[in-house]
DNA sequence: TTGCGTGCAAAGGTTTTGCATGGCA
DNA sequence: TGCCATGCAAAACCTTTGCACGCAA
């Protein structure tokens, strides 16, 4: 077995502090390309993709496949090791991502294994619905 | 206001009909068109997306995406009590959609409206993580 | 120097749309 | 007979991939 040496390249940097300045907020690929390309050190559509799949994969951002028809979206994932025991539920209106630390959560782990042999991966899974502000409207 | 007379076409009532007898299974667009063509009645691609859509709008199929950029998934709607219980399971090593049928999915909901206020839509929540025949190996 | 990362362009796949034709009412 | 629905093909999208070059280590 061989460990991955990955490279720090610019883009890279610069990639994952964008998304880090923004907590809180998703933004699809194109719009991600659209930034850069505004300024004077743009970054390439397959160079986004290809880092934004590592981030996924290393678990720093968070990927969302919504219904809108306009892609996925990603969202940088602030406190990557404590989610594992958290909700996340996404407002499909305002778009908001709510984590939510429940106790509960670990029930409905267990009782997915128990009484149907799924091991859940909680820590992947999105709740979609209406946040609270949203649903009084 | 006028109201909109829908036709009945002979490929509308087989996809419904298709659809209806297989509850609780979900189907692409490219699985759909796939099983019409092996017949003698096929049924375009672009036909299949346009009733699919009608059917949605109407509520009686539901749409989900997942995450595997296999497209969109289309599922029969069954009577409201039961999609009550309605889970989707993604097992994230062989790729299988399991279908559960479980009444503590409504416990799951009443605990985030009351408690965190959030308003669940259980239908587009796909639940990541092993399956029992993949979690074994 | 080594070999991973980048960028471009092309390919791949899904979904939508334009337009002439077919078929329901 | 009206006019909606269909089918085909092309277009519009989003995302991935091949390949030569650039750059980090």
Redo the contacts between chains.
């Keep these: 077995m061989t460990t991955k040496a990955p490279y720090r390249t610019r883009q890279q940097r610069e990639l994952l502090q964008y998304l880090r300045a923004t907590p809180g907020m998703h933004h699809t690929a194109a719009e991600i390309h659209e930034h850069f390309n505004g300024g004077e050190r743009p970054i390439g559509m397959a160079t986004i993709y290809r880092q934004l799949e590592r981030f996924v994969d290393e678990g720093i951002v968070r990927?969302y496949?919504?219904?809108t028809g306009d892609g996925?979206c990603y969202e940088y994932e602030q406190e990557a090791d404590e989610c594992l025991s958290h909700?996340h539920?996404k407002c499909?209106k305002c778009g908001r991502l709510?984590h939510?630390e429940?106790a509960?959560l670990e029930e409905?782990r267990t009782?997915?294994l128990r009484?149907?042999?799924?091991?859940?991966?909680a820590g992947?899974?999105?709740?979609?619905?209406?946040?609270?502000a949203c649903?009084r409207e």
């Design positions: 990927k496949v919504l219904e996925a909700f539920c499909e709510i939510l429940c509960d409905i009782h997915l009484h149907h042999g799924f091991d859940w991966h992947k899974t999105v709740f979609y619905g209406l946040c609270e649903r």
